[in-house]
Structures are given as structure tokens and as C-alpha cells.
């Protein structure tokens, strides 16, 4: 497997302009996560999914950022209107169903920089 | 909630031990975690330890659980150039239905 693939690698856009980030996870994994890296934050988990429906949207920081999960290969993060405190490294991570060790598989990220 | 603490950043020199140590709030864990993280790549699992475990080696890495401080630490043998990356010590507890809480990451920079 190609392991998780993000989509795009790098994001340069303005403040009010649509972003759109892409996931597409490890086949058969029930589990698909988008976190967010900052260096002030660390990495913070934003919305979780399992088999397709989001479990826990808690860390979603505004109504600006919705994540969608149409079937089991595929998941967008949308940020609407864009600003400059949302320019970070956006990641993508699956895994099994309840695996023992729990082990997360982490995309190569998508970097956003909002002017 | 869970809180994972851990040190920004670490300097060993090539050769010697790496330790990187974090701290954890809810005692409830049952799962604990150190992924790496190299440059503009995503993060890797190294390796977990369980609740009930207080030591797990794997051929370089060392892995301490102390419990009751609600302790872990990462020991790196020997630690190469190539072990320069950003570490994360990460928790999950059954009571947040597994849900891996991560520390910022420890940069560990090798010098010459």
C-alpha cells in the first residue's frame, strides 16, 4: 500500500480565500484522523472519523473549518473563509478498527500558508 | 482532560545516550507511545509500551514506565545522526474511547 496520501503538499493562498485539504487513507483502515502541527501548539487533533462518520469534532477551532468523509477512500478538510492564524501543517493519519497498539498512520502533511 | 508533557528540545552528541523523558496527567492510560518525526515527513510510530508494563527494549530504544509519577522516557543507544528528529510521547486512555492525546515533541539535535 502507498501508505496515506495528502493532498496538496504545499498550500500558498490569501486571507478569505477557500482551502481545501485531501486525504485519501490506508485501504481498510476504519479510522481517519486530520490533526494540525503548530509550533505554539504542537499537534493538535481537530475531527476523527470511524467508518466514514465523524465521532468527535471537538477540536475544530471555528465554524470556518468543516471536514467531510464521503466513503472510506476519501476525506476533505475545508477552512472557508482562510486566515493567516490558520497557516500550519495539516495532517491526515488512519488505522485499524481498535488495533492493539493503537498505531496511528500519518500522511506527509500539507503545509497552508495564508497571507 | 489528558495533558502530555514534554522538554522542547534536547542535544546529545553523536555516540552517547539520548534520553527524552515526558510526563502525563490521567492515569488512566492504558496505551503510551513515542513517534519520530524527520524532517517535512509525517510522524512514525516507534514503538508503545502497556499500562501494565514498566520497560520495554527494542535493539536501541529503551522505554521506562514509572507509574505512579506517571513517567515515561525514551532512551536512544547509541544515538546517530540519523536519530536527529522531532519525538513524541503520546497517551490513550479507554475512557476517552482511545483517543491518542500527543505531547509538543522534543527536537533532538545531534552534534558532531
Known amino acids: 500500500d502507498a501508505g496515506v496520501i495528502q493532498s496538496p503538499r504545499h498550500e500558498v493562498t490569501e486571507m478569505g480565500q477557500e482551502v481545501t485539504l485531501r486525504c485519501k487513507p490506508i485501504s481498510g483502515h476504519d479510522y481517519l484522523f486530520w490533526y494540525r502541527q503548530t509550533m505554539m501548539r504542537g499537534l493538535e487533533l481537530l475531527i476523527y472519523?470511524?467508518?466514514?462518520?465523524?465521532?468527535?469534532d471537538s477540536g475544530m477551532p471555528e465554524d470556518r473549518f468543516s471536514a467531510k468523509m464521503p466513503n472510506a477512500s476519501f476525506s476533505t478538510l475545508k477552512i472557508q473563509p482562510s486566515e493567516p492564524r490558520d497557516s500550519a501543517v495539516y495532517f491526515c493519519a488512519s488505522s485499524l478498527e481498535r488495533s492493539g497498539h493503537g498505531e496511528l498512520f500519518f500522511g506527509e502533511g500539507s503545509r497552508l500558508t495564508v497571507l | 482532560g489528558e495533558d502530555v508533557e514534554q522538554s522542547l528540545f534536547l542535544s546529545v552528541r553523536e555516540g552517547d545516550s539520548s534520553v527524552i523523558n515526558c510526563t502525563y496527567t490521567d492515569s488512566s492510560s492504558t496505551y503510551l507511545y513515542w513517534y519520530k518525526q524527520e524532517p517535512g515527513a509525517g510522524l512514525q510510530l516507534l514503538t508503545y509500551i502497556f499500562s501494565n508494563m514498566d520497560m520495554k527494549q527494542d535493539q536501541r530504544l529503551t522505554v521506562l514506565l514509572n507509574k505512579k509519577d506517571k513517567h515515561l522516557s525514551l532512551r536512544i543507544a547509541d544515538t546517530q545522526t540519523g536519530d536527529s528528529a522531532i519525538y513524541f510521547c503520546a497517551g490513550a486512555a479507554m475512557n476517552r474511547d482511545d483517543k491518542i492525546i500527543f505531547g509538543k515533541g522534543t527536537r533532538l539535535h545531534i552534534l558532531p
Open positions: 472519523f470511524n467508518n466514514n462518520v465523524p465521532i468527535d
